[in-house]
């Protein structure tokens, strides 16, 4: 999936949601359907005992329950900033002696991105309620191998019993109280040699994949008393990578007569040929794979039948997932993990692997054959809408690592991709018309990460720059998009912006995930349509953008080039006055006039993003997180830092940082409680505790919008955008579970002081302090604030400078080429003419 998903704030690994000082007001919550997942579906595995009963896993979007209408009710949406890595979901276990019970191993990441250590999450009521269970060691719900599994099982005959193979050389695990408490299994050994990439500094691709799977064998043992043989694949490429234990576990050995060269992914029991089926890959995947096996061992002789449907050229690809038919013997499905070209594929056999169908083939090349018809009726923007025959264009999927067939009901089937869950409900018709309904059924899994939202004031209530699916216009907040961002097709969408007075007016940048060097787009018609910007420099890709009130201007801080500008579709060129890493925007009233922030410096731009000047200092900020700009008066500004929440209503001359504060993240102006008031404030912070927040009298009085059912996740992750038009709506767009819009559904509580802000002018003073200890020397700087003297018959007020105001005595003429413009009843600013 893309790879923001690894670029979470470590800092809030130790941070716990508290009762703040913001008292609660009730809020609905709903994800802004997608529709059709948008992510990563490593695993779904159906309860064995109880029909209807099934879960899908994510790599960074938490777990889900399917529901009896084909939908899905996610589990994880109270993770909150302090337990944001319950979202990465690296195993799943449900309880075939007692269904109500679910297992979930949790946890992000393996390398230093994930500071915390995972944990087994234990419902006993289908997953509405947990319980964590920590672990003395790291999981990686989104790292290399994810798809691997199921790594989590509970024993069928004695179910108090469960094994959890482990990442990082860290070995098997057994619980013997529902998960309660954990011991390593010091029987087991063997705990994986296979390293992705050794040379990643990073420690991503350089970590051991570890344990791949644990399967028991039900029939070598009676209810009541612990399974006897369990078979364990560890993640070993050039040696034995098989194991089964005939004691419960208190020994080991390597299954005799396996197969080596391969990784195992997946290892299905078929209880009624009393074999194991065996997928295996050259690579970890979910990206990798060009060469792989589908192997068959025969538990009763101890024969190993090399089964794989494919051989020759047409082998390349490794495979993923595979399952078998509890009702009909010998009826088993393999996938293609990584069949990148033409398509993927999924293969079908009745009689135990000795011969396979296939749902597609060649009918001379370049003509394909797809028994299939196609139903993107859940999620229109996956289409085409009809059996897509041309070679490469994927649409049965790619990194298909979970394929599973209702254990109750031999016709319905899912399998996860890359992007969605497909499935149907007449997969029989595979062996008889040979001509199955391919359905997207994703419907209530929203898996994306969101990059970037802006809700204009006129126009669609909210578009998208998203990960791995470019972006959407959601003319519909409750309906999925008909279609995604195009021309250019970028698979990310890093950020976006829309033009303060001309609305319709829109920007947004790639990632450098296309064929195009060119990495900007722009549109006049709100997202319906895009043009290339071929003023964008080759092969300059990422970071934030900025457009300016009348569309002509384009500040792009890019990653890893700095910042650049271009107006009027000129060729872009290097802004030096402005750190590479700066918080840009635009102002949204007064076209030309660009803000930035690095640091504790705070930047404006009069001249469309050519140069910038210091202005105001916020506090003693480190880390600038995000700007937000009064969207019809010029230099009132909002900045949110690792340092709190600052103010400025002067063009950022001087700031007020906002009392009880300590931390903030996305910040967004919404509709204001009054017309004609002052806009609704959003902000995610550290207000006594990390929360969602929102205030009605800048900043005096906030109250918190999320509950403890709505936790989104990382906050630092986490974008955020207010509607204009409707009072007290948000969204916020989140690293894993998509997007989210909230609505006011009760009473806002009683302010906690009576008194709003008094306005002031201000300019900024500068004092410094300096503190010693015996091993560091730090200065610091603190803007105070002081009421300006200055008497009318000056002369002409600067560029930017006040000249106007309920109570100002300065001058109110401004010099060559400004003019006085009133921004609010205290205050005048000198604009560009």
């Given at each position: 999936?893309?790879q923001?998903k690894i670029s979470v704030a470590?800092a809030?690994?130790?941070?716990?949601?508290v009762?703040g000082?913001a008292?609660?007001?009730s809020y609905t919550?709903?994800n802004?359907k997608?529709?059709?997942g948008?992510?990563?579906?490593p695993?779904?595995?159906?309860?064995?005992s109880?029909?209807?009963?099934?879960?899908?896993?994510?790599?960074?979007?938490g777990a889900?329950r399917l529901?009896?209408d084909?939908?899905?009710?996610p589990?994880l949406?109270?993770?909150?900033?302090s337990?944001?890595?319950y979202w990465g979901v690296d195993?799943?276990?449900t309880d075939p002696v007692?269904?109500?019970?679910?297992y979930?191993a949790?946890g992000m990441?393996t390398?230093s991105?994930?500071p915390n250590?995972g944990?087994?999450?234990?419902s006993t009521?289908?997953?509405s309620t947990f319980t964590p269970?920590?672990?003395?060691?790291?999981?990686g719900?989104?790292m290399p191998?994810?798809g691997?599994g199921?790594r989590?099982v509970?024993d069928?005959?004695?179910n108090?019993v469960?094994?959890?193979?482990?990442?990082s050389g860290?070995?098997l695990?057994?619980?013997?109280?529902?998960?309660?408490s954990?011991?390593?299994?010091?029987s087991f050994?063997n705990?994986?040699t296979?390293?992705p990439d050794?040379?990643?500094?990073?420690?991503y691709n350089s970590?051991?994949?570890g344990?791949?799977?644990?399967?028991f064998?039900?029939?070598?043992?009676s209810s009541?008393?612990a399974t006897?043989?369990?078979?364990?694949g560890?993640a070993?490429?050039?040696s034995?990578?098989v194991?089964?234990s005939t004691n419960?576990?208190s020994?080991?050995t390597?299954?005799?007569?396996q197969?080596?060269g391969f990784?195992?992914?997946?290892?299905?029991?078929s209880?009624s040929?009393k074999?194991?089926?065996?997928s295996?890959?050259?690579g970890?995947?979910p990206y990798?794979g060009?060469?792989?096996?589908?192997y068959k061992?025969h538990?009763d002789?101890?024969?190993?039948?090399?089964?794989t449907?494919?051989?020759?050229?047409?082998?390349n690809?490794g495979f993923g997932g595979?399952a078998?038919?509890?009702?009909?013997?010998?009826?088993?499905?393999?996938a293609?993990?990584n069949?990148?070209?033409?398509?993927?594929?999924?293969?079908?056999?009745?009689?135990g692997?000795?011969?396979?169908s296939?749902l597609w083939?060649?009918n001379?090349y370049?003509?394909?054959?797809?028994?299939?018809?196609y139903?993107?009726?859940?999620?229109?923007w996956i289409?085409?809408?009809?059996?897509?025959?041309t070679p490469?264009?994927?649409?049965?999927?790619?990194?298909m690592e979970?394929?599973?067939?209702?254990?109750?009901d031999?016709?319905?089937?899912l399998?996860?991709?890359?992007?969605?869950i497909y499935?149907?409900?007449?997969?029989l018709?595979?062996?008889?018309?040979?001509n199955?309904t391919l359905?997207?059924?994703?419907?209530g899994i929203?898996?994306t990460a969101?990059?970037?939202l802006i809700?204009p004031?006129?126009?669609?209530p909210?578009?998208?720059?998203?990960?791995?699916?470019?972006?959407f216009?959601?003319q519909?907040l409750?309906?999925p998009?008909?279609?995604?961002f195009?021309n250019?097709?970028?698979?990310t969408?890093?950020d976006i912006?829309?033009a303060g007075?001309?609305?319709s007016?829109?920007?947004r940048?790639?990632?450098?995930?296309?064929?195009s060097g060119?990495?900007?787009?722009?549109s006049s018609?709100?997202g319906?349509t895009w043009?290339?910007?071929?003023?964008?420099?080759d092969?300059?890709?990422?970071?934030?953008?900025?457009i300016?009130?009348n569309a002509d201007t384009?500040?792009?801080?890019?990653?890893g080039?700095?910042?650049?500008?271009s107006?009027f579709?000129?060729?872009?060129?290097?802004?030096?006055?402005?750190?590479s890493d700066?918080a840009i925007?635009s102002?949204?009233k007064?076209n030309?006039?660009f803000?930035?922030?690095?640091?504790?410096?705070f930047?404006v731009?009069g001249?469309?993003?050519?140069?910038?000047?210091a202005?105001?200092q916020?506090?003693?900020?480190?880390?600038?997180f995000?700007?937000?700009?009064?969207?019809?008066?010029t230099?009132?500004?909002?900045?949110s830092?690792?340092?709190?929440l600052f103010?400025?209503t002067?063009?950022?001359?001087?700031f007020?940082?906002i009392?009880g504060?300590?931390q903030?993240?996305?910040?967004?102006?919404?509709?204001?409680?009054?017309?004609?008031?002052?806009?609704?404030v959003f902000v995610a912070?550290n207000?006594g505790?990390i929360?969602?927040?929102?205030?009605d009298?800048?900043g005096v009085?906030w109250?918190k919008i999320?509950?403890?059912?709505h936790?989104?996740g990382?906050a630092?992750?986490n974008?955020?955008t207010?509607?204009?038009?409707v009072?007290?709506?948000?969204?916020?767009g989140?690293?894993?579970?998509?997007?989210f819009?909230?609505?006011?559904a009760?009473?806002a509580p009683?302010?906690?002081t009576?008194?709003g802000?008094?306005?002031?002018?201000?300019?900024?003073?500068?004092t410094?302090?300096?503190s010693?200890s015996p091993?560091t020397?730090?200065?610091?700087k603190?803007?105070?604030?002081?009421t300006?003297?200055?008497?009318?018959g000056q002369?002409p007020?600067?560029?930017?400078?006040?000249c106007?105001?309920?109570?100002w005595?300065?001058?109110t003429?401004c010099?060559?080429?400004?003019t006085c413009?009133?921004?609010?009843?205290?205050?005048s600013q000198c604009v560009?003419?």
């Open positions: 999936m893309y923001l470590l809030l690994g130790a941070i716990g949601l009762n000082q008292s609660s007001q919550w709903k802004v997608i529709g059709g948008g992510g990563f579906v695993g779904i595995v159906f309860n064995p109880q029909k209807g009963v099934a879960y899908a896993r994510t790599d960074i979007g889900y529901n009896s084909d939908t899905w009710t589990l949406d109270f993770a909150d900033a337990r944001w890595n195993a799943l276990a007692q269904p109500n019970r679910l979930l949790t990441y390398n991105w994930d250590n944990q087994i999450l234990i009521d289908y997953g269970s920590s672990l003395p060691f790291k999981v719900g989104n191998g994810r691997m199921e989590l509970v069928p005959n004695l108090s469960l094994f959890f193979g482990a990442r860290n070995g695990w057994k619980s013997t109280n529902f998960g309660v954990w011991t390593k299994v010091s050994t705990t994986g296979f390293i050794p040379t990643d500094a990073s420690g970590d051991k994949i344990i791949a799977w644990v399967t064998d039900k029939s070598s043992g009541g008393s006897p043989r369990i078979f364990v560890v070993n490429q050039a034995t990578s194991y089964v419960g576990g020994s080991w390597a299954v005799a007569g197969p080596t990784l195992p992914h997946k290892g299905v029991l209880a040929e074999a194991l089926y065996i295996y890959s050259d970890a995947g990798d060009t060469n792989g096996a589908i061992y538990i002789t101890g024969v190993w039948t090399n089964v449907p494919v051989s020759g050229s047409d082998l690809f595979v078998v038919d509890l009702q009909k013997n010998g009826t088993v499905m393999v293609a993990l069949s990148w070209w033409p398509d993927g594929q999924i293969f079908r056999s009745t009689d692997g000795s011969t396979w296939v083939d060649w001379g370049p003509n394909m054959n797809k028994y299939y018809s139903d993107e009726s859940l999620a229109p289409g085409p809408s009809y059996v897509d025959t490469g264009n994927l649409q049965i999927g790619w990194m979970s394929l599973v067939i209702d254990p109750f031999s016709n319905h089937w399998y996860g991709t890359g992007e969605t499935g149907g409900h007449d997969l018709k595979w062996d008889s018309a040979h199955v359905k997207s059924l994703a419907n929203e898996e969101v990059l970037g809700s004031p006129s126009g669609p909210l578009i998208s720059a998203i990960g791995d699916v470019a972006g216009v959601h519909s409750t309906s998009p008909s279609t995604k195009t250019p097709s970028w698979a969408s890093a912006d829309y007075a001309q609305p007016n829109l920007v940048i790639g990632t450098g995930d296309s064929t060119k990495q900007v787009a722009i018609d709100s319906a043009n290339q910007h071929f003023g964008a420099p092969n300059v890709n990422g970071g934030k953008v900025a300016s009130a384009i500040l792009w801080r890019t990653n080039n700095g910042v650049m500008v107006q579709q000129a060729a872009f060129s290097v802004v030096s006055s402005l750190p700066a925007a102002d949204k007064t030309g006039i803000y930035g922030a690095s640091g504790k410096t930047y731009s001249d469309n993003g050519k140069t910038f000047t202005k105001g916020l506090g003693s900020s480190t880390s600038v995000d700007i937000a700009v009064h969207p019809s008066v230099g009132d500004i909002w900045v830092t690792d340092k709190g103010h400025s002067n063009n950022g001359t001087s007020t940082a009392s504060i300590s903030a993240w996305g910040i967004a102006l919404g509709a204001p409680k009054t017309s004609g008031g002052y806009p609704a912070a207000y505790g929360a969602y927040l929102r205030s009298d800048q009085n109250v999320n509950d403890a059912a936790g989104f990382s630092s992750s974008c955020i207010a509607d204009s038009r009072y007290g709506r948000v969204y916020i989140t690293n894993g579970r998509g997007i819009y909230g609505e006011v009760g009473s009683p302010p906690t009576t008194a802000p008094t306005p002031t002018t201000t300019t900024s003073k500068t410094t302090t300096t010693t091993t020397t730090s200065t610091s603190t803007t105070t604030s002081s300006t003297t200055s008497s009318g002369a007020a600067g560029a930017y400078g006040q106007g105001g309920q109570g005595a300065g001058a003429a010099v060559a080429g400004y413009v009133a921004q609010n009843p205290f205050y560009p003419s």
